[in-house]
């Protein structure tokens, strides 16, 4: 079961960077990490997904370093509305046939300040 | 808008009470989850079905008891609910089983 690792809290402003990481030290051979972008009283919102090196999308990269061990969610260039609660996620994808749980990380609380 | 329909938004039961919250994945996706957020415990996976079939269980108590029927509908049912199962229920729903999850919009349940 891979458990994950996360800072609590973070504070950013405004059109900075962000970089969040989390620890997944014994992630599995089979297992991807996924991140979730989470609003008080709403659901998470998928963000990004990936298993190796970096991936990128319209809101996101993700960095995952050689061994797996941990990844780190970039959100460039943050506004206000980006204050959330983020979910770094490690489990397998259907295609590995396993039926492994899911784990949430303890999630961080970024918070841009204007 | 996720696509993923939960009934009913606010459900309110004394212990005890038998109760079940209902979800709707999107059209086309098979797998439904279950999730629970309550203040001091964040984000905990309960269980996971796929095609029917319970595919994945996290630390679900044994009060607890879910199924997904032939339409792909879930429900999660609580047989005798205790304060401490108050919270917010999330169900998610994805094509495969650990892919991208799509939430719902949560059922607020208060056990008094």
């Known amino acids: 079961l891979a458990k994950t690792t996360q800072p609590i809290s973070m504070d950013s402003y405004e059109g900075q960077e962000v970089n969040i990481t989390c620890s997944h030290n014994n992630i599995a051979t089979n297992d991807y990490i996924t991140w979730y972008q989470q609003f008080p009283s709403q659901g998470p919102r998928f963000i990004i997904q990936g298993y190796k090196t970096k991936v990128t999308n319209e809101v996101a990269s993700l960095f995952i370093p050689a061994d797996r061990k941990s990844s780190t969610l970039s959100l460039p260039r943050v506004s206000l509305s980006d204050t959330a609660v983020y979910y770094c996620l490690v489990g397998p994808l259907i295609s590995s046939g396993s039926a492994r749980q899911l784990t949430f990380g303890s999630g961080t609380q970024l918070t841009v300040l204007p | 808008d996720s696509g993923v329909t939960q009934t009913p938004k606010h459900l309110i039961t004394a212990t005890g009470q038998r109760v079940t919250l209902r979800c709707s994945p999107r059209s086309g996706d098979l797998s439904v989850y279950w999730y629970q957020q309550s203040l001091d415990q964040g984000l905990q996976f309960l269980i996971q079905y796929y095609n029917g079939e319970e595919r994945a269980k996290g630390n679900i108590l044994e009060r607890f008891s879910a199924q997904q029927f032939p339409d792909l509908h879930s429900e999660l049912n609580l047989s005798s609910p205790e304060l401490g199962d108050s919270a917010l229920y999330f169900c998610?729903?994805?094509?495969?089983?650990?892919?991208?999850?799509?939430f719902g919009p949560g059922t607020r349940l208060t056990v008094l």
């Open positions: 998610a729903s994805s094509v495969g089983a650990g892919n991208e999850q799509f």
